[in-house]
């Protein structure tokens, strides 16, 4: 049985979510304080973790970014707030999908099952040395790269950008986050280093560069990989 983790400070919310889960199938357990949830998060094994945006002790935003250092199973955030700069940062923090209050019962109990058995497949695509994605092949173990069939040479840091939108895929990632995963966080240099590095692997791999399939750019929140 698949375990879900709520973090929900409004009882009646948590609670009502939690029946239609487990009407579903699913074990569902409930934490109403963020510092809590979050070290049950880090702990404990769950499949996904339905996460509020306000929280008493560590908001929302918070738990998101430390449970994404460590793990990638999918979050989706439930809030009150409709703003659209929220949901950008949710995103660029690695959710993977954004609710806003109320909503049905039912539908989060659909987005649920989406969201775990997409999991599911990236999971086991990943365990492949190859991965395929419309098109684009790239073997992992000789570094090679075939765009539609045709051998794409890159560079070595091309490669690993590529690798890892591809391990990562239909997440946001600012540049700061790129370039502090891919260039390390000691390294010298600026976030153009992010955008000419985007611009020459979308040269190579996409039919038009211009309206690109495969990275996609998310405005004022940072890159997305298309799976």
Known sequence: MK?????EDEQSIAEL?????EINGFQAEIETSGDRGLMKALTEDYQLIILDLMLPGRDGFDICRE?????????IFVSAKKEDIDKIRGFGLG???????????????????????????LSGRKQSNTLNVRGLKIDRGS????????????TAKEFDLLLFFITHPNHVFSKEHLFERLWGLDSMGDLTTVTVHIRKLREK???????????ITIWGAGYRFDA
């Open 143 to 154: 570094r090679q790269v075939f765009v539609n069939e045709k051998e794409t040479e890159l």
């Open 17 to 21: 979510e939690r029946d239609y889960l």
């Open 67 to 75: 449970i994404r250092k460590t793990k990638e199973i999918p979050i």
């Open 205 to 215: 791999i996409e039919a038009d560069p211009s309206n690109p399939q495969y990275i």
């Open 3 to 7: 375990r879900v983790l709520i973090v």
């Open 95 to 121: 959710a993977d999908d954004y609710m806003v209050k109320p909503f049905s019962p039912g539908e989060l109990v659909a987005r649920v099952k989406a969201h775990l058995s997409r999991y599911e497949r």
